[in-house]
């Protein structure tokens, strides 16, 4: 029995072994330019699902290029699997962090913990809401501004007439929150200067979409029994804004209802150039990597950071997605 | 089952607990592709510091620059205890390379020949400081895994705490031939319970140490009452614990978001993170608590008659209730158990994140029902031992702070976890000699 367990152990030895000595010979190879090593950058995604994020993270590592090496993980939006990662990654001496936290407020923790092992934080798209830590820099899309250009958007597509309209919220997210309120700040100042009863825009109802296309389809179907007249539907994102369109096709409204997205996903802008969805407040992910990366290396280069920088948002409408390059040929 | 044909002890304790040979051979192999070069830290960084720059001909004048960690403040006690009287530490900067640039532009306009500049590794990379001209003394770097530097250690052992804790509950669940699946969605209703009274009954974030206490306890007996339903309905009416379970984990989640209003509960005070984040004697006060509740219920499950009725129970229903095993009481109590365990696993999640949320815990009965199956529990009942659990628990948290220090991307981790879990079983079965090559040619031919 334990010459058995011994020769097993010899056995798993062997290719371990023979690794080892590959890594660590890589290894030394790295240290003889102890000098200048390269920096190491950790980035946290909320989610590796949504392409929004990993857009984020590749223009982030682009612009960021051959001085430093990037570590990317996903955190499947869960917060407790994202502050062992952070834990990982302070073992692991990086020299920065880029989070974009999975919730706003339980990214405290792991930040504390970054910020007492001496490691710069940066942060993008959702904001530390605990007050505790310090941040060296925030890169964010104003959600609020976005909320409002929806807003104008669902004004526009209903050309001047009212009717009743469903919002797919997604209480969760902080920033969806901010997305609906912009919405219906601007729905409500429309609603009090028009005299016109008929160009009144009434929220009938708000229902949670999971910021998912399937649960969103549900829901809007739903709606669609109890709310058959529906005119118009903002749904908080891409996802949601296409479960929306595939429950209104199937239930063959699609010249009555017209849908407001949020994010401009590539699939989202697709269903703009098809006329699918009516316009989407596009963010920048891009452009949100590429901001925290030049913030980063400002950062060691030792200059001076600000500490929040908001990226607005801007309206996409289907002549923006016929002449969209990255747009051709796809389907 | 084949015994040992020696009767030593580590016969016994290798057939007993023959996974603890995997975690071992896991832990060499991340011993080894981890090894990188390490500096000390604290005090002994400012030491090894000094001792180079005493090493120096000429006097020197020279800056430390750090960046602000906690340790990083101790390293400039260390280099004053230690440097020679004929060296001068001009300034010393903890901070970030800002605040480096201007130490260094200070010290030169104020006349001082700045010839070497004490930094750390990471503060070494700094541009301000890398295009410094002068020397940069680093403590000296020894070479040693990254996997078994100590914060390391104690980060493995931090992260399964929830996960063991609660593995201890599902053992004995399993053991009497049942599982719960409830237990993730009852981290966090303990979570948002807990949260809640903390908020709404305690004062939030002004909330004192004895209301902090009664919110903990509330969100424990809030899972306590689930562990009992589900015992209930499993012992009255002998339904099949998997669709109890199962039931329960749904119903469980909606309450927690119910009462949680789907926000994040944050208004918890900072005394609340001492569960969770609090050391003692340099290790969390969680994994102390882990390591007690092993102990107690490995005595509980070998020397106590409770323990003997869980296994008879599991082993045999019939023989256990006709040799007088108040079989239903059993069921029950383990249930309750495994609620509680649970209930307190939730609060110290909501400990370490200082919040609460209706999400937490998603999938984690997956990872608790993996930690006991690979700790070499049958699913089938019966058979089980409560340190096994331990260490299926280790064996899953090195394997994920593992991957995560090799950088392996984590849907490949996915892979990866999952083919160490079917592999440590096979390996388990095959050890115990309960693979025979008969079974696995009728698979084929019969």
Not at chain 1, 281 to 297: E, L, N, T, V
Request: glycine letters at 8%; aromatic letters at 6%; a positive charge.
């Amino acid at each position: 029995m334990q010459k058995k367990l011994l020769r097993f152990l010899v056995l798993a030895l062997i290719p371990v072994v023979a690794v080892a000595c590959q890594k660590s010979s890589t290894n030394s190879d790295g240290d003889n330019s102890a000098g200048d090593a390269k920096k190491k950058v950790g980035i946290l995604l909320q989610t590796t699902e949504n392409p929004f994020f990993n857009d984020l993270a590749k223009a982030a590592e682009t612009e960021l290029g051959s001085e430093y090496q990037v570590i990317i993980f996903g955190g499947d939006k869960s917060a407790d699997k994202q502050a062992k990662q952070v834990e990982d990654l302070i073992n692991q001496k990086v020299d920065a962090l880029l989070i974009t936290p999975c919730n706003a407020n339980a990214v405290g923790a792991p930040i504390r913990a970054a910020n007492q092992a001496g490691i710069p934080v940066f942060t993008a798209d959702t904001a530390c809401l605990d007050k505790d830590v310090r941040i060296e820099a925030h890169v964010a899309t104003d959600n609020y501004a976005g909320g409002k250009l929806a807003g104008q958007a669902m004004i526009q597509a209903l050309g001047g007439k009212g009717g009743n309209i469903l919002v797919l919220d997604y209480e969760q997210a902080e920033s969806c929150q901010e997305r609906v309120r912009g919405f219906k700040e601007v729905i409500d100042a429309h609603n009090a200067d028009s005299k016109n009863q008929n160009a009144q825009i009434k929220i009938v109802s708000e229902l949670p979409s999971l910021a998912e296309e399937s649960a969103s389809r549900k829901q809007t179907k739903d709606a669609l029994k109890s709310n058959r007249d529906l005119v118009g539907i903002f749904a908080i994102n891409d996802p949601a804004a296409l479960g929306a369109v595939a429950a209104i096709e199937e239930e063959k409204l699609q010249d009555q209802i017209k849908v407001i997205g949020f994010d401009g996903q590539e699939s989202g802008k697709i269903a703009i150039r098809d006329g699918r969805i009516y316009a989407d407040p596009i963010q920048f992910p891009k452009k949100m990597g590429k901001r925290s990366a030049q913030f980063i290396k400002k950062y060691f280069a030792g200059e001076d950071v600000p500490k929040v920088e908001m990226i607005a948002p801007k309206l996409y409408y289907k002549a923006d997605a016929d002449a969209d390059p990255e747009l051709k040929n796809k389907k | 089952m084949s015994k040992p044909k020696n009767n030593s002890r580590l016969g016994y304790f290798l057939n007993d607990y023959g996974m603890i040979v995997v975690l071992l051979v896991l832990m060499v192999v991340l011993s080894l592709v981890t090894i990188a070069r390490q500096q000390p830290t604290g005090a002994s960084a400012g030491k090894n510091i000094a001792k180079q720059i005493n090493a120096l001909k000429d006097p020197t004048e020279f800056l430390l620059i750090t960046p602000q960690g906690k340790l990083d403040f101790e390293i400039a006690q260390g280099i004053q205890q230690h440097i020679d009287q004929r060296h001068t530490l001009v300034n010393s900067v903890h901070g970030g390379p800002r605040e480096a640039n201007l130490a260094i532009r200070a010290a030169r306009e104020a006349g001082k020949k700045i010839t070497v500049i004490a930094c750390t590794s990471a503060s070494a990379k700094w541009d301000p400081v890398k295009n410094a001209e002068a020397k940069k003394i680093i403590p000296s770097s020894y070479i040693w895994p990254n996997f078994l530097m100590p914060d390391n250690l104690v980060t493995i052992a931090q992260r399964i705490t929830v996960i063991a804790i609660i593995a201890i509950g599902m053992t004995m669940v399993i053991i009497t031939a049942g599982i719960d699946l409830s237990v993730g969605s009852l981290i966090a209703l303990s979570a948002v319970v807990t949260g809640v009274l903390i908020r709404d009954c305690f004062g939030g974030k002004d909330a004192g140490t004895l209301g902090l206490w009664i919110a903990a306890i509330g969100g424990i007996a809030a899972c306590v009452v689930v562990g009992f339903s589900t015992g209930f309905l499993v012992a009255a009416f002998r339904l099949p614990p998997f669709i109890v379970t199962l039931a329960m984990m749904l119903l469980v989640r909606g309450v927690a978001n119910v009462l949680s209003q789907q926000r994040t509960i944050h208004e918890i005070p900072v005394a609340f993170d001492v569960l969770g984040k609090g050391y003692v004697l340099g290790i969390p006060i969680a994994v102390w608590l882990m390591f007690a509740l092993f102990a107690v219920a490995y005595f509980v499950m070998s020397r106590t008659t409770l323990g003997r009725q869980i296994y008879a129970v599991g082993g045999n229903e019939e023989a256990a209730r006709l040799s007088g095993v108040r079989v239903k009481r059993v069921l029950l109590i383990v249930y309750t158990i495994c609620g509680l365990l649970a209930g307190l696993g939730g609060v110290i999640v909501c400990s370490q994140l200082r919040s609460a949320k209706a999400n937490y815990g998603q999938m984690d009965e997956l990872t608790v029902i993996a930690a006991v199956v690979v700790g070499g529990t049958s699913l089938m009942g019966g058979q089980g031992k409560i340190l096994g659990t331990l260490i299926g628990a280790f064996i899953i948290g090195v394997i994920q702070n593992g991957m995560n220090l090799i950088h392996m991307d984590d849907k490949t981790q996915m892979i990866v976890l999952g083919s160490v879990i079917v592999i440590a079983v096979l390996l388990d079965r095959i050890k115990k000699g309960q693979v025979k090559w008969s079974d696995i040619k009728n698979v084929f031919t019969s």
